[in-house]
T-cell receptor, first 114, second 113 residues
Framework: DGGITQSPKYLFRKEGQNVTLSCEQN?????MYWYRQDPGQGLRLIYY???????QKGDIAEGYSVSREKKESFPLTVTSAQKNPTAFYLC?????????????FGPGTRLTVL | AQSVTQLDSHVSVSEGTPVLLRCNYS??????LFWYVQHPNKGLQLLLK??????LVKGINGFEAEFKKSETSFHLTKPSAHMSDAAEYFC???????????FGTGTRLLVSP
């Protein structure tokens, strides 16, 4: 099956810990994205990457870090510097090169800080 | 700059009645517009998209949307609601050819028997 996988589905973190969320895609897409979703709000962009070994900050990058060592993978680390990390995190990917490109989303990871 | 306003945070309908979810947008460029649906604790699924072809766009599950440039609107409709349509719906805008999406705050659709 082609698609985007995120793991784990649920993640619990103690305050002061760093945690890493996994995102993998087998769609051969160039671009990958991380969003944060809070109740009653739309999605907000954390980081995005259009090519391996390159990425850009989104609107709320503080307290987060990413890497893009492989085309298929775009892990997100939530650091202890993120003051309010409890949220639903969504990864997306998109092929580049056309005006009708569409972002496809993974199933999400729900992070809870204890 | 681009922005999206979803005019209703909640919409309640009865099964079998029409659905209307309203979306207004603002864009400095010729926009691409999308509607996504999200069921509880799931990722987002694309319903339909407008990219400057036909102004009436048909999507999955019987949904459609009409792009009205004069009104800067992209409302989502369905003739007859089904219980499985209960979910959150997001209107999204991006300048055509760009990759960053701007999301509305969502409309929760409630469907009663």
């Amino acid at each position: 099956d082609g698609g985007i996988t995120q793991s784990p589905k649920y993640l619990f973190r103690k305050e002061g810990q760093n945690v890493t969320l996994s995102c993998e895609q087998n769609l051969n897409h160039d671009a990958m994205y991380w969003y944060r979703q809070d109740p009653g709000q739309g999605l907000r962009l954390i980081y995005y990457s259009q090519i391996v070994n390159d990425f850009q900050k989104g609107d709320i990058a503080e307290g987060y870090s990413v890497s893009r060592e492989k085309k298929e993978s775009f892990p997100l680390t939530v650091t202890s510097a993120q003051k309010n990390p409890t949220a639903f995190y969504l990864c997306a990917s998109m092929g580049l090169g056309g005006i009708t490109d569409t972002q496809y989303f993974g199933p999400g990871t729900r992070l809870t800080v204890l | 700059a681009q922005s999206v306003t979803q005019l209703d945070s909640h919409v309640s309908v009865s099964e079998g009645t029409p659905v209307l979810l309203r979306c207004n947008y603002s864009s400095s460029y010729s926009p691409s517009l999308f509607w996504y649906v999200q069921h509880p604790n799931k990722g987002l699924q694309l319903l339909l998209k407008y990219t400057s072809a036909a102004t009436l766009v048909k999507g999955i599950n019987g949904f459609e949307a009409e792009f009205k440039k004069s009104e800067t609107s992209f409302h989502l409709t369905k003739p007859s609601a089904h219980m499985s349509d209960a979910a959150e719906y997001f209107c999204v805008v991006t300048p055509t050819g760009f990759q960053k999406l701007v999301f509305g705050t969502g409309t929760r659709l409630l469907v009663s028997p």
